[in-house]
């Protein structure tokens, strides 16, 4: 399975997929790695790990349909099968995305459908909640709403800021991800309008 990857920071969840696989523990093939930032710490561990990147300028595009649907062309011209969103902090235009619903994953850290959007570790704390964790769902043109995967939880500790909560979740996530991306190329995981797992409805 060929796939790409949006990321828009540092990205640690792509390097968990990189690693991964340079493990051999995760069969695909990657074969861009695209952002919205050319500074990126996502784009550096692609180019060391020999995998093309792309970086496109939202400030280049009349409107962000127009840049959605020239990042789409270009995901579609590497050849991917699959996309991951790992850390990319752009809402993605729901026509843009329409030919993709289905073949797009992305992971968000919390326990969806609880903390759609922003500050998810901070609302968590404030909210008093007794865990947290991430979540790897199917993207479509809700924010956070597609159909949730697999999701990794932990216990929020006394001593938990926004800042170690967040720093205590990573490593759930680096799990979970490629775990994720295993059942896709493995054909595990399918969706035909909706999401099956195993030939079975998974929500
Ligand atoms: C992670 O918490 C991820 O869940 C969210 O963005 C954060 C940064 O991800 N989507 P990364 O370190 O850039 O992969």
């Given at each position: 399975?060929?796939?790409?990857?949006?990321?828009?920071?540092?990205?640690?969840?792509?390097?968990?997929?990189?690693?991964?696989?340079?493990?051999?523990?995760?069969?695909v093939e990657f074969v861009?790695?695209?952002?919205?930032?050319?500074?990126?710490?996502?784009?550096?561990?692609?180019?060391?790990?020999?995998?093309?990147?792309?970086?496109?300028?939202?400030?280049s595009?009349?409107?962000?349909?127009?840049?959605?649907?020239?990042?789409?062309?270009?995901?579609a011209?590497?050849?991917?099968?699959?996309?991951v969103l790992?850390g990319?902090?752009?809402?993605?235009?729901?026509?843009?995305l329409?030919?993709?619903?289905?073949?797009?994953?992305?992971?968000?850290?919390?326990?969806?459908?609880?903390?759609?959007?922003?500050?998810?570790?901070?609302?968590?704390?404030?909210?008093?909640?007794?865990?947290?964790?991430?979540?790897?769902?199917?993207?479509?043109a809700e924010?956070?709403?597609?159909?949730?995967?697999?999701?990794?939880?932990?216990?929020?500790?006394?001593?938990?800021?926004e800042?170690?909560?967040a720093?205590?979740?990573?490593p759930l996530?680096?799990?979970l991800?490629?775990?994720?991306l295993?059942l896709?190329?493995?054909?595990?995981?399918?969706?035909?309008g909706?999401?099956?797992?195993?030939?079975?409805?998974?929500?």
């Open positions: 399975a060929k796939v790409a990857v949006l990321a828009s920071g540092r990205g640690s969840n792509l390097a968990a997929l990189l690693e991964a696989r340079a493990r051999g523990e995760l069969p861009l790695v695209g952002s919205d930032k050319a500074g990126a710490g996502a784009l550096r561990l692609a180019e060391a790990a020999n995998v093309p990147t792309l970086a496109l300028d939202p400030r595009y009349p409107d962000r349909r127009a840049f959605d649907l020239d990042l789409f062309r270009r995901i011209a590497s050849g991917a099968d699959w996309l790992a990319f902090m752009r809402i993605l235009d729901g026509e843009a329409k030919p993709w619903v289905g073949r797009i994953i992305n992971i968000h850290p919390s326990l969806l459908p609880k903390y759609r959007g922003l500050h998810t570790h901070r609302r968590a704390l404030e909210a008093g909640d007794a865990e947290h964790g991430a979540s790897v769902h199917f993207v479509t924010l956070d709403g597609g159909p949730v995967i697999a999701q990794a939880c932990l216990a929020i500790e006394a001593g938990d800021d800042e170690r909560l720093q205590r979740l990573l996530e680096h799990r991800l490629p775990a994720v295993n896709l190329a493995a054909g595990r995981l399918q969706w035909d909706a999401p099956r797992f195993d030939g079975q409805p998974l929500s």
